[in-house]
């Protein structure tokens, strides 16, 4: 860790929260003290996450420093911790994306693979406002937990995910890590009873596979799960896995591909809004989402597991962080409506 007091009178300061056995550090060094030297920064402080604290300590005292900017590089699972201890702060974050799936980078069309575009958007970049989500997290033992995510909150496959796939596999075979995980979890099929809510409305029952909540729309592996999820729109969409056998996990697959095709213009947009709904895929849409299920279930914030919990209450803060990216960057043309694709509906039993 680096730190020092505050920056002088009228002269900036960056800090740095970095993942280190991802990071490059020496080269990611020296692009930084290039970027300071050309702007006229001061000496940039760094800080190290740990392998039992993915990045709220150092996050908190990056944040410490006063600095004008945050730079995080690490995976989504260091973006989340960092964002949960800076949003409200005021203080942007800038993306140096060097995880495996890097979901947010690529939903806000951040720079990949590329450390001196990330490091110059963090130094000369604009800054948006992006929504923020929160987890209330209760396990079978009735001990409650709140936690921020940027991504998405799942249950079901997303989860198993997260929980099943060894660190070392993904670190050298990257998305085709999550192949073994997905296979099973198919194969298997085991649906699981849950009552829910959306909003205030009412209490509905159903039986689901998988059951993600999204604050961004895509998946590991670039796959378009939600397409009409905005991460600056102040709104949560919640899809629902309900396959009826290796038939339904067809359709759900051909859909997602389908829906990974149509991102690409706003006229293959329209038309795939013109195929039926699937009974199997099912959205809403919604500032809050709220469950209980029967028996205990492993729940994943970014790609990282929380462990097994009985209920669970998720909610949007609307605009909570600063995310600071290169100037004019963008994520792509957004869904010609605010409905999903396929149109929104309430999943039922």
């Known amino acids: 860790m680096t730190a020092s007091g505050p920056p002088a009178m009228g002269r900036k300061r960056a800090a740095v929260v970095y993942h280190p056995a991802k990071t490059p550090l020496d080269r990611l060094r020296r692009v930084v003290a290039e970027h300071e030297s050309r702007h006229g920064w001061v000496e940039t402080c760094w800080f190290e996450t740990s392998s039992d604290d993915a990045g709220l300590a150092a996050a908190a005292d990056a944040l410490a420093t006063s600095p004008d900017v945050v730079m995080v590089a690490g995976g989504d699972g260091t973006v989340r911790a960092v964002a949960d ?65 940027m ?11 997260a929980e099943k796939t060894n660190t070392v596999a993904k670190r050298h075979l990257g998305w085709f890590a999550y ?48 397409p009409a999820a905005v991460i600056d729109d102040g709104l949560l969409d ?21 829906q990974g095709i149509a991102r690409r213009s706003r006229v293959s947009r329209r038309l795939l809004q013109g ?3 699937l009974h199997s895929l099912a959205y809403v849409q919604g500032r809050q989402f709220e469950a209980r299920f029967d028996t205990p279930h492993v729940m994943e914030l970014d790609g990282d597991s ?17 995310l600071r990216s290169a100037a004019g960057s963008s994520a792509g043309e957004e869904p010609t409506s605010d409905q999903p694709l396929g149109g929104a509906q309430s999943p039922r039993s």
């Open 238 to 258: 919640v899809v629902m896995m309900r396959p009826s056998g290796r038939l339904g996990w067809a359709r759900i697959g051909t859909r997602l591909t389908l």
């Open 275 to 277: 195929v039926p709904d």
């Open 151 to 161: 991504v998405m909150a799942g249950i079901g496959l997303d989860a198993e995910m």
């Open 85 to 149: 201890v800076m949003q409200g702060s005021g203080v942007p974050i800038a993306l140096v994306p060097l995880g495996t799936g890097n979901l947010l980078a690529r939903d806000v069309g951040a720079a990949l693979n590329d450390i001196p575009a990330c490091v110059a958007a963090a130094f000369s970049g604009e800054d948006r406002r992006v929504d923020v989500g929160v987890a209330e997290l209760e396990d079978e033992a009735g001990a409650r937990s709140t936690r921020a995510f």
């Open 179 to 226: 192949v073994t995980p997905i296979a099973r979890s198919v194969i298997a099929n085991k649906l699981f009873h849950l009552d829910y809510r959306v909003d205030q409305g009412r209490v509905r029952s159903t039986r689901a596979h998988t059951v993600i909540v999204g604050n961004c729309g895509t998946l590991t592996g670039n796959m378009l799960l939600i």
């Open 306 to 322: 929380f462990g097994r919990v009985s209920r669970v209450r998720v909610t949007v803060r609307p605009g909570a962080l600063r």
